[in-house]
């Protein structure tokens, strides 16, 4: 396979939307006659129900019937669902394996908290030492968790597949395609839709995990930019690790894998810091979006970064889009023994970034920005444009330094550090002192 081989969308949206294993419905429902509930299950749900069966080992299943239902899955181990509005609940003590899937509607799916404030340990299609899975076929839904919910999973397997629908997507932490140590996703794959949460969200694979996002057409907005204070204590900015991420915690677990794809539409993603396509110690981040005029905002680390022996990348297919990176380390920027990059591929672009940025890299890194197509306009300071900075963590050991490349194969362009169309130069000064910006490579066109 060549590198630069391009993403089979059909393959990965017939995939998920096989994921049940082609299941077939037949049958009318409207013959099938209205089952008294059981009193195990008085209070657990509310409407029409048109079968019940407890299985030893594994609980209570429900059919239910053509109305809006409202569903207790602290209960309730799996749901079919046929039609009408629906409600799920998940509250403190569900951390069984759970299954729904639902046929029609305009449902919700809401983790609760306790009384005492206490999250649940799974939520909506979050998974805790065990599988849980939602799989919605129509409408406009809503799904709420305040942790480990929303295809999530700790020691276990968390999915959401939404097959249609202009939904909306509210979690805390560990939410929205999130795993530590098991496999989350998400798979939206009709409409535009909104994604909001917290951190360690939106493609997140923390240690020992595997984590995706994925969004196969419509506008969305991706937000990742919650409560949780700037791990570098810098005022109004929150810390993030979302939106195609990467996660370990330096000196105790490798980070895992995570991503997020979107396959099309006019689409804006915000985040605080490390997001967008970021690695964070011994992980991979990915950000893919597939086409459209699309916006990214983020703070130190976005948009393809990668920090502490790490990989992320941003890679962007299409459409006219701005990208906007506060602080410091973003758009192509690495540290420590890393690898990062960012690729557009097509549309007129605009980038604006702080330090260390744009196919920038310090502490043994390599950080890259390439641009393949259309007009662009870059602005920067500091260490940026094809530029390298310290080596001071691994030079005594090492002599080893880092590389900066900024690539621009069209124009006309706008470079702030002073670059122009058709140079080729190395930014670096090979005979710097302990390595300091050694190496930085601008070319363009």
């Not at 900015?237 to 979107?262: E, K, N, T, W």
């Not at 915000?270 to 905002?297: T, V, W």
């Not at 506060?326 to 920027?333: F, K, P, S, V, Y």
Request: charged share 20%; glycine share 16%.
């Amino acid at each position: 396979m060549q590198g630069s081989a391009s993403l089979d969308r059909t393959a990965l949206v017939r995939a998920a939307e096989h994921f049940d294993t082609a299941l077939a419905v037949s049958g009318d429902w409207k013959t099938f006659a209205i089952e008294t509930l059981p009193d195990e299950l008085a209070g657990a749900v509310d409407g029409t129900v048109l079968s019940t069966q407890l299985v030893p080992e594994i609980g209570w299943m429900v059919i239910g019937g053509a109305g809006a239902n409202r569903y207790d899955m602290t209960k309730i181990a799996a749901v079919f669902d046929i039609a009408g509005d629906d409600r799920y609940e998940w509250g403190v003590g569900v951390v069984e394996s759970r299954l729904v899937i639902d046929m029609a509607g305009n449902d919700s799916y809401s983790g609760t908290r306790a009384a005492d404030g206490a999250a649940p340990l799974a939520g909506p299609g979050g998974a805790a030492c065990g599988v849980s899975v939602i799989d919605d076929y129509a409408g406009n839904d809503r799904y709420e968790s305040p942790h480990n919910g929303l295809g999530a999973a700790v020691f276990g397997v968390g999915m959401v597949v939404d097959r249609a629908g202009d939904d909306t997507y509210v979690g805390g932490t560990w939410t929205v395609g999130a795993a530590f140590a098991g496999i989350g996703a998400v798979c939206d794959l009709g409409g535009s839709d909104q994604y909001s949460s917290e951190m360690f969200s939106q493609g997140c694979g923390g240690p020992g995990s595997a984590a995706l996002l994925l969004d196969a057409s419509g506008n969305d907005r991706y937000r990742a930019d919650g409560t949780s204070p700037s791990a570098y204590e810098t005022p109004t900015v929150h810390a993030s690790f979302s939106q195609g991420v990467g996660f370990g915690y330096r000196a105790g677990a490798a980070g895992g894998v995570g991503a997020l794809v979107d396959m099309a539409g006019n689409d804006r993603y915000e985040a605080g810091e490390f997001g967008q396509g970021c690695g964070y110690y011994l992980s991979m981040g990915i950000l893919r979006d597939d086409g459209g005029n699309d916006l990214y905002y983020g703070n130190r680390y976005a948009q393809g970064t990668a920090a502490h022996q790490a990989f992320g990348v941003l890679l962007e297919h299409g459409g006219d889009d701005i990208y906007w990176s506060m602080t410091a380390a973003g758009q192509g920027a690495a540290w420590d023994m890393s690898v990062a990059a960012l690729v557009d591929r097509a549309g007129d672009d605009r980038y604006q970034a702080d330090g260390l940025s744009q196919g920038a890299a310090a502490q043994q890194a390599i950080g890259m920005l390439i641009d393949l197509a259309g007009r662009d306009d870059y602005r920067a300071a500091g260490a940026s444009q094809g530029a390298a900075d310290s080596n001071a963590y691994h030079w005594d050991a090492s002599r080893c330094t880092s590389l900066g490349v900024l690539r621009d194969t069209e124009g006309p362009n706008r470079f702030s550090a002073g670059g122009a169309d058709g140079e080729r130069r190395l930014t670096g000064k090979p005979d710097a002192k302990d390595g300091v910006n050694q190496w930085g490579v601008f070319i363009t066109r």
